[in-house]
T-cell receptor
Framework: GAVVSQHPSRVICKSGTSVKIECRSLDFQATTMFWYRQFPKQSLMLMATSNEGSKATYEQGVEKDKFLINHASLTLSTLTVTSAHPEDSSFYIC??????????????FGPGTRLTVL | QKEVEQDPGPLSVPEGAIVSLNCTYS??????FMWYRQYSRKGPELLMYTYSSGNKEDGRFTAQVDKSSKYISLFIRDSQPSDSATYLCAMTGGYQKVTFGIGTKLQVIP
């Protein structure tokens, strides 16, 4: 099956620092990657959609200058949380979709990254 | 009104019971319906995938979609303690963003 990895799995940082999270599709080419945020007892909230080689599309209310997304290749997307603050502490999950995978709208999720900002 | 409504539970059942998980939705454009299982502190994993109305069975799991009622269900037969997780319904109209339910937390008691 399609495998998506995320790194790091957990990060603790001081307020004001920037954190980069990597999302990789290991055995397929991901034409589209999605970044979600999940707060405790809440559903997955889509932050942005990125297509390889183009700028990400951000959901309403998500600051594009704070959450920088780079989808540089068909197997790698990165999310950088700039100048992180305690309210950015959350579980960040990426997912990937590849046209070659069954040809349908199926997303494969990474294991998630738990960010804690002190 | 949320696009997708799902009871967050928690739902506790004894081992071996049949579990019924449900979601309702309001967007008639949704055509693809998914169920994901998420263990604590892990990413969601796809369990079932259904297009349009009808039933789909995979082992102990059965997914049902009733588009006329805008209602989807996931049934788990012979539930096991290892089934204890949060189950999220998800749906989309096509190559668009996927909308998730809040998830139902299930606990299967040995």
């Amino acid at each position: 099956g399609a495998v998506v990895s995320q790194h790091p799995s957990r990060v603790i940082c001081k307020s004001g620092t920037s954190v980069k999270i990597e999302c990789r599709s290991l055995d397929f080419q991901a034409t589209t990657m999605f970044w979600y945020r999940q707060f405790p007892k809440q559903s997955l909230m889509l932050m942005a959609t990125s297509n390889e080689g183009s700028k990400a599309t951000y959901e309403q209310g998500v600051e594009k200058d704070k959450f920088l997304i780079n989808h540089a290749s068909l197997t790698l997307s990165t999310l950088t949380v700039t100048s992180a603050h305690p309210e950015d502490s959350s579980f960040y999950i990426c997912s990937a979709r590849g046209e070659a995978i069954r040809g349908v709208n199926e997303q494969f999720f990474g294991p998630g990254t738990r960010l804690t900002v002190l | 009104q949320k696009e997708v409504e799902q009871d967050p539970g928690p739902l506790s059942v004894p081992e071996g019971a049949i579990v019924s998980l449900n979601c309702t939705y309001s967007n008639s454009a949704f055509q693809y319906f998914m169920w994901y299982r998420q263990y604590s502190r892990k990413g969601p994993e796809l369990l079932m995938y259904t297009y349009s109305s009808g039933n789909k069975e995979d082992g102990r799991f059965t997914a049902q979609v009733d588009k006329s009622s805008k209602y989807i269900s996931l049934f788990i037969r012979d539930s096991q303690p290892s089934d204890s997780a949060t189950y999220l319904c998800a749906m989309t109209g096509g190559y668009q963003k996927v909308t998730f339910g809040i998830g139902t937390k299930l606990q299967v008691i040995p």
